[in-house]
């Protein structure tokens, strides 16, 4: 990954033998950095799990269950092994696919995280995008009219987008859109009966509805959606808002902008001809981290929209030392931070004034 | 169906001009249930234990013995007709109903019957020990437990249990009755169709599982062969709602039916609500901080007795419980068959000081109490820091997350602990057994540890009471000897029991016949209309 800066604007790059050389190599190292942080990844979270003072045998057995039926489940969970041969046979199994059995859903870990990663991911998207679209003009803005109303305007909103519990925030939205002015769906991705309808493509309802052609459905997600995705976007906003802010404000008080000026531009056409694109390497990188968190799972989101996704599940897991389930929840999200780092990478490289010379 | 209901939907909201204001009201075929579900994780009888499960149970299969939807306060003969018992009191022979099929169209069987008690002994999960009491174990149910012809089945039990707890027994969650074909149908590596059944249903009761999507939602659809005919509304939607206020807006927005789990402020809220009903129903479910004897302060019973006057029970009750909990300080809920609903304890700071004194404590002691970390739990530990506070005894909480508090105490590794219990059938025997019953004190013992193990209270003569109570085959003696020993335990045991949960729920006006009994065995569906 630390290979871009290196990399970036060198004639090799600009062959198409090369190039492909090159993706060769990204994707080698890609699956390598991928290996290496599972390992890691993995071994910590197993080796804490076990360190915790919580039964994991009673979380499949309950509190009531006889000795006999307690020593059935210590031996099914594999737990009579030494710690370090647990460790090997999770990581054996890993590597085939299996992630085990979730005991809180009687159901194959990966199954599980199927169903619930589309949702926290459609959550997550719309978010973001919500997060950019508004975000980064803010940004620009604010460092445009810095010290002036716009600034201010958008330096509280973004304070309070920043600060207030986004568990009230949900609360609140929900009682005002939903309960008084009826704008948007209540909690859940569909309304109950709209479940089960569309066929499980992607397992993203917008996707799949829209699939299939069944708009009705694709309009009753988006009724669902609109809230849970605002609300998540206007936290993103506000980063994404505070750090575009920054960045503009360092690049207008180069000389550059001033000399562009001088060149006859207008003041936006310097702001976001000449300064804006010299800070999208930055800026990717805060929105691919945002994204990243918000694709892990917004878990007080999620139990105020009723939202089956990732970051339920993973809390839930945890509480309940459901193993299986923190382990594969655990190295779904470093996945997933991975290939966000990945595509940032590459989103530099399309970016990078220094590569567009060609 | 689903295209005809697809096309209906269409419909329906076109016919609604708004397409994002989404006016709610759900299908008139259709009962939807606000309510938490993520305890649920097995839908298998041999092994569902947690309250949603039973509930969803209670709907999926008919027992052999059951609480009907029509009268929950009766326990009679579900699957089964009649029943005989043999004069030394061990053999129960029970004639099964005749014509009755499963949802899946297989004829009922006694075959079916001894299946079901079979595989919970033999799979061993959670739930086994309600069956292994009564002497079963893999190696001898299949004698034990027979099926001589389609409408026979034969239970020998190899203890001394009085007919009345069999029959409790029997129409507890593994007495539900499976349908052996279809199940075995799903059998993989002899393990009697459970890993099927885990998600699935294959019963005879007024519903059948259709899906059952982990914390999101359970769809049951009607059964037409079901016993008592088929349900008033054809399909039940369980869904996941973990946010009371959540819970609350669809509800009054009319997107749900039903909201089961409204805190006391969120159903204050609702009460000038035309559109919206409350009921209250007293549940099982006791709250009681358990007082390990391990801890010297502890074992005097004058202690115990003193922290006993230190809990305000009705300043708690009328306060942040109100609504979702009465008052009840023995082991044996209030509403039931053999309870003792005195209440001898009140908030009594000098009384408790004075027993203080005479056991050597006169400036108190200080007390590790662990707690879970949610509501009401607590408010109930702070409360309860504060009023043992005035008795000198210095409280010090130590909140965690259920399942850690759990391991702990399982451990006796606690010095106080609050905590909830819940029966586990429909007869007093399951409570005095958790609280009283100890045979073995010692750290290795390998029984279920009953709640008295967990606190280190061994008391020979009482576990030997109850050990009598549940033999005794006249229905007044054991009354008599289940509110003896509920007062004994009043006064010596370990525990501080305070209140008996009651539970709340809200549903739209409209909706009517929806039938809860005091546990989740005893919640039926199939009686409502809207």
């Known amino acids: 990954m630390s290979t871009t800066a290196g990399d970036a604007g060198t004639a090799s790059d600009r062959r198409p033998g090369r190039l492909i050389g090159t993706i060769l190599r990204r994707t080698l190292g890609f699956v390598l950095t991928l290996a290496v942080t599972f390992i890691g990844l993995t071994a910590v979270t197993f080796f804490i799990s076990r360190l915790t003072n919580i039964d994991p045998v009673l979380a499949v057995v309950g509190d009531k269950a006889t000795q006999a039926a307690y020593d059935q489940a210590f031996l099914a969970l594999g737990l009579d092994q030494p710690l370090p041969m647990q460790y090997l046979i999770y990581l054996k199994r890993l590597v085939t696919g299996d992630f085990g059995m979730s005991v809180l859903t009687s159901r194959p870990v990966l199954t599980d995280l199927m169903r619930v990663f589309p949702a926290t991911f459609e959550l997550a998207t719309i978010a973001t995008i919500i997060g950019v679209l508004v975000g980064v003009p803010a940004g620009v803005l604010a460092a445009a009219r810095k010290g002036r109303w716009p600034d201010h305007v958008i330096r509280v909103v973004g304070l309070f987008g920043y600060s207030v519990p986004v568990f009230w925030l949900g609360l609140v939205g929900l009682f005002v859109f939903y309960g008084k002015l009826g704008w948007v769906s209540g909690t859940g991705r569909l309304d109950v009966f709209f479940n089960g309808i569309v066929t499980t493509r992607t397992g993203v309802i917008l996707i799949d509805s829209a699939i299939e052609g069944n708009w009705e459905i694709f309009g009753n997600a988006i009724s669902h959606l609109i809230l849970p995705a605002s609300i998540l976007g206007y936290f993103s906003l506000a980063y994404i808002a505070r750090m575009t802010r920054s960045f503009m404000i360092d690049q207008l008080s180069q000389e550059y902008v001033t000399a562009a000026r001088i060149k006859g531009n207008s003041y936006w056409g310097a702001v976001w001809r000449h300064a804006f694109p010299n800070i999208m390497v930055p800026l990717i990188t805060v929105i691919g981290l945002s994204y990243a968190s918000l694709l892990e799972g917004a878990v007080l989101t999620e139990t105020v929209f009723a939202w089956p996704g990732l970051g339920l599940y993973i809390t839930r897991a945890l509480f309940n030392s459901d193993m299986n389930a923190v382990l594969g929840g655990t190295v779904l999200v470093g996945a997933v931070f991975i290939t966000v780092n990945l595509v940032s990478d590459l989103l530099y490289k399309l970016f990078d004034p220094r590569l567009r010379s060609t | ?530």
Do not use: C
Request: glycine share 6%.
């Open chain 2, 1 to 530: 169906m689903l295209k005809a209901l697809k096309y209906a939907l269409l419909a329906a909201t076109l016919a609604s001009s708004m397409p994002l204001a989404a006016y709610a009201a759900t299908p008139a075929d259709t009962l939807v249930i606000a309510k938490q579900i993520d305890d649920l994780i097995s839908l298998d009888p041999a092994e569902a234990y947690e309250l949603s499960g039973i509930e969803v149970l209670a709907n999926a299969y008919d027992r052999i013995m059951r609480f009907e939807p029509t009268d929950v306060n009766t326990l009679v003969g579900g699957v089964a007709e009649s029943v005989t018992v043999s004069d030394d009191g061990r053999t129960f022979t029970f004639k099964i109903r005749a014509g009755q099929t499963f949802a899946s169209g297989n004829p009922i069987t006694a075959a079916d019957a001894a299946f079901s008690l079979q595989r919970v002994i033999k799979l061993e999960k959670t739930p086994v020990f309600l069956l292994s009491q009564l002497g079963w174990s893999k190696d001898n149910v299949d004698t034990m437990v027979t099926a001589p012809d389609a409408s026979t089945l034969v239970v020998t039990i190899g203890v001394d249990f009085a007919p009345s707890l069999v029959y409790a027994l029997l129409g507890s969650v593994v007495g539900s009755v499976v349908d052996s074909k279809l199940a075995m149908e799903h059998e993989t590596d002899g393990d009697f169709g459970y890993a099927w059944l885990k998600t699935n249903s294959a019963g005879s009761g007024a519903y059948v599982v259709r899906s059952w999507t982990p914390n999101e939602s359970v769809v049951l659809e009607a059964n037409p062969n079901y016993r008592g005919g088929a349900a008033n509304l054809k399909r039940v939607i369980l869904q996941h709602v973990p946010e009371a206020s959540a819970q609350r807006l669809l509800l009054e927005k009319g997107d749900v039916d039903i909201a089961r789990n409204l805190t006391p402020d969120q159903i204050a809220a609702i009460a000038g609500n035309a559109d919206i009903k409350v009921t209250s129903i007293p549940e099982a479910l006791l709250y009681y901080v358990g007082l390990n004897q391990n801890t010297k302060e502890l074992q005097d019973p004058r202690v115990r007795q003193a922290l006993r006057y230190l809990v305000d029970y009705d300043g708690m009750a009328n306060s942040f419980l109100k609504g979702s909990a009465q008052v009840h300080q023995s082991f044996w809920a209030t509403g039931f068959w053999a309870s003792y609903d005195e209440n001898p304890y009140t908030f009594d700071p000098a009384k408790a000081k004075e027993l203080l004194a005479a056991a050597g404590y006169p400036d108190g002691f200080s007390l590790d109490l662990d707690a879970p970390n949610f509501a009401p739990f607590t408010n109930l530990a702070q409360t309860v820091q504060a009023t043992f506070a005035e008795g000198g005894v210095k409280v010090n909480i130590v909140s965690s997350e259920m399942a850690p508090m759990l391991t702990k105490y399982r451990a006796r590794g606690h010095q106080a602990l609050m905590v909830y219990w819940g029966p586990d059938y429909m007869d007093p025997h399951t409570n005095a057994d958790g609280f009283v019953t100890n045979t073995d004190n010692t750290d290795a013992a390998t029984g279920g540890k009953p709640l008295a193990w967990r606190n280190s209270w061994d008391s020979p003569e009482l576990t030997a009471m109850t050990a009598a109570a549940a033999k005794e085959r006249d229905e007044a003696t054991r009354k008599q000897m289940y509110i003896d020993l509920q007062k004994k335990v009043l006064d010596e045991g370990p525990y501080i029991i305070r209140f008996q949960s009651t539970s709340q729920r809200a549903e739209r006006a409209n909706v009517e016949g929806f039938v809860q009994g005091s546990s989740s065995d005893i919640v039926y569906y199939n009686l409502t209309t809207k």
